[in-house]
């Protein structure tokens, strides 16, 4: 008698450890975000800088003053077809502009003029 529910003791709990090692993978796999979720990591290889400026050449877009690295894009400031300043969002893996934003010429008026020394002042 002892033997018998050694047995089916054995036997419960192989049947627990199979459904166990069958659920477990399923469970896992649907409680992963999606690779589209935001924050997501770029798929693919980020371009290089060079790689970017030459895009940004060919498109038409010119003065192109600072680039700018952030977590899945880059951030450029540059001058368009129509010599306006933009601010572009730029797709890391693709090069690909999500984002333009045409600066006021007086902003950056204004940035010079403050950067200018004057004759005789201690600014440096």
């Avoid at 090692?21 to 649907?30: N, Y």
């Avoid at 038409?60 to 572009?88: C, H, M, P, S, W």
């Amino acid at each position: 008698m002892l033997t018998s529910r050694k047995v089916v003791s054995l036997v419960v709990v192989s049947v627990l450890a199979t459904s166990a090692a069958t659920l477990l993978p399923a469970v896992a796999q649907t409680s992963q975000a999606p690779a589209s979720a935001v924050g997501a990591a770029p798929k693919g290889k980020p371009l290089t800088i060079v790689q970017l400026h030459d895009k940004l050449e060919a498109a038409g877009y010119r003065n192109i003053r600072k680039i700018e690295t952030q977590r899945d894009r880059f951030e450029v400031y540059a001058t368009n077809r129509e010599g306006q300043r933009v601010e572009l969002d730029v797709d890391i893996v693709t090069g690909q502009v999500m984002r333009s934003e045409t600066k006021r010429a007086d902003d950056q008026d204004r940035r010079d003029k403050d950067n200018r020394v004057e004759p005789g002042s201690s600014k440096r």
